[in-house]
């Protein structure tokens, strides 16, 4: 089974609408959530973190965590022909050889926002 | 310069070359990370270094070679490649701290290519 899982699209959503991006995990001691969007040929750029149950909202975006059903969601309003990227999220899990916690990354689902 | 950089963008080395990848951050975190991106597979976590003290090697092949001068510079030093360690490599640094752990912040990352 692996750490974390996102459905790997493409998800293509109509300009204005809402896009969901979901992404599941094994790791039930997990604490910290994250999404990153990396346009084509880019480094991931960190849009949102969650730590605790329940939405966080920043601007056009929300954040969703549900620790007891392990999954946490992106939702991204008004949808922008900027937000066509990929979405990783990344959740911290500890790593059983070393001992230390470490960000474990999805392989990330390929959003297009069509005009 | 600001935020996380990395030099060079592009590197196209053969397989008995021996070159260096540098990363400097500028945001006064206390951990930087060497990631390794290859297309369909999820961001892979190569060298971990907290405080300048190297706390994971996630069974990365002795042809990588990671330094760590001081908080703020990591090298990762190439030798002997081979062509499918062709990939974009990422470093990114973060401030541990109790309130927001494991926010990690990229560079624009360096695109190897082994001949």
């Known amino acids: 089974q692996k750490e974390v899982e996102q459905n790997s699209g493409p998800l293509s959503v109509p300009e204005g609408a809402i896009a969901s991006l979901n992404c599941t995990y094994s790791?039930?001691?997990?604490?910290?959530f994250f999404w990153y969007r990396q346009y084509s040929g880019k480094s991931p750029e960190l849009i949102m973190s969650?730590?605790?149950?329940g939405d966080k909202e920043d601007g056009r975006f929300t954040a969703q965590l549900n620790k007891a059903s392990q999954y946490v969601s992106l939702l991204i309003r008004d949808s922008q022909p900027s937000d066509s990227a990929t979405y990783l999220c990344?959740?911290?899990?500890?790593?059983?050889?070393?001992?230390?916690?470490?960000?474990?990354f999805g392989t990330g689902t390929r959003l297009t926002i069509i005009p | 310069e600001t935020g996380v950089t990395q030099t060079p963008r592009h590197l196209v080395m053969g397989m008995t070359n021996k070159k260096s990848l540098k990363c400097e951050q500028h945001?006064?975190?206390?951990?930087m990370y060497w990631y390794k991106q290859s297309a369909k597979k999820p961001l892979e976590l190569m060298f971990v270094?907290?405080?300048?003290?190297?706390?994971e090697n996630n069974s990365v092949p002795s042809r990588f070679s990671p330094e760590c001068p001081n908080s703020s510079h990591l090298f990762l030093h190439l030798h002997t490649l081979q062509p499918e360690d062709s990939a974009l490599y990422l470093c990114?640094?973060?401030?541990?701290?109790?309130?927001?752990?494991?926010?990690?912040?990229f560079g624009p990352g360096t695109r190897l290519t082994v001949t």
């Open positions: 990114a640094s973060s401030q541990e701290k109790r309130l927001a752990p494991y926010e990690q912040y």
């Open positions: 790791d039930r001691g997990s604490q910290s």
């Open positions: 969650i730590y605790s149950n």
């Open positions: 990344a959740v911290n899990t500890l790593d059983a050889n070393f001992g230390n916690e470490k960000l474990t």
């Open positions: 945001l006064g975190h206390n951990a």
């Open positions: 270094y907290n405080f300048k003290e190297q706390t």
